[in-house]
């Protein structure tokens, strides 16, 4: 069974940087793509950032690149989201989720989701 933890949320103030972690257990996740996507109240689930396992190959929504990085470590089956440069905007709940295959930056083409941890960017 897929199993996805999410860590590393928190408040901070804007300008600020702050890690979120998911770990990935259940499954070997060598031919699956990684995502993060957040939700706002009231909003949809938006895509954040995703990549493949194996290779590497990322993708990023505009509204976060040159300030987020999503990384991998194959050895503790953790993806990392690293953001930069916070802004109010970014405040949400970000999640972790898995899909087999290539990235995808539509929410209903993944399979497995965290439970999600709250980012808070005050001003």
Request: overall charge positive; some cysteine.
């Amino acid at each position: 069974q897929v199993r996805l933890v999410e860590s590393g949320g928190g408040l901070v103030q804007a300008g600020d940087s702050l890690r979120v972690s998911c770990v990935a257990s259940g499954r070997t996740f060598s031919r699956y793509a990684m995502g993060w996507f957040r939700q706002s109240p009231g909003m949809e689930r938006e895509f954040v950032a995703a990549i493949r396992w194996s290779g590497g190959t990322t993708g990023y929504a505009d509204s976060v690149k040159g300030r987020f990085t999503i990384s991998r470590d194959s050895a503790k089956n953790t993806v990392y989201l690293q953001m930069n440069g916070l802004k109010p905007a970014d405040t949400a709940v970000y999640y972790c989720a898995a899909r087999q295959g290539g990235i995808h930056t539509t929410s209903r083409e993944y399979d497995y989701w965290g439970q999600g941890t709250q980012v808070t960017v005050s001003s």
